[in-house]
């Protein structure tokens, strides 16, 4: 099914995206790799606050190549998500809503999208230059010192993604493999 969704996402609308929905999101999405969910975990354990507020938010896995000139951002596409697993429950029991990235999440991270009614989003891998064409705006909010690999805040339109983990434990990867394999 085709929906069209703008952020913040609340737990009444992650309700009604199931696995294998494809959703265009409008609004605002936060961008966050290994390095800025390391400073995050490192943060929190700390007592202090996190950059932005992660309640009804999603975070892209995503580190952007540089902006040609005359356009908002380089390509833009999804970096592996298994590699944030370690800190996603954490930030999904904070209110976390959506997280969009590439790849198959652990059996906690799916364990916590049910727990806390949040979602997992697929971009399409390779497809970098093409998603960064719904990004109207690009603002590093905190780390810039790791470059790429910042904190952005990113203005999107009609974003592109396939909901792989809903609130149900419904896995798009799972249903596909059993669907597809030859015994």
Known sequence: MEKHIKTPLTKDEATTLRSGDMVYITGVLYTARDAAHKRMSEALADGEELPFDVKNNIIYYMGPSPAREGRTIGAAGPTTAGR?????????????????????????????????????????????????????????????????????????????????????????YSISQSKYSTK
Do not use: C, H, Q, W
């Not at 954490?90 to 059996?107: F, N, P, Q």
């Not at 916590?112 to 230059?129: E, L, M, T």
């Not at 064409?133 to 592109?160: C, H, M, Q, W």
């Open 84 to 172: 944030m697993d370690k800190y996603a429950p954490e930030l999904l029991d904070l209110g976390l809503e959506g997280m969009i990235g590439k790849g198959i999440r652990s059996e906690e991270v799916r364990k916590a999208i049910v727990r806390n009614k949040a979602v997992y989003f697929a971009a399409i891998g390779g497809a970098g230059a093409l998603l960064s064409k719904a990004i109207t705006a690009s603002e590093v909010i905190a780390y810039e010192d790791l470059g790429t690999e910042a904190i952005r805040k990113l203005t999107v339109e009609n974003f592109p993604v396939i909901v792989v983990d809903d609130i149900y434990g419904d896995d798009l």
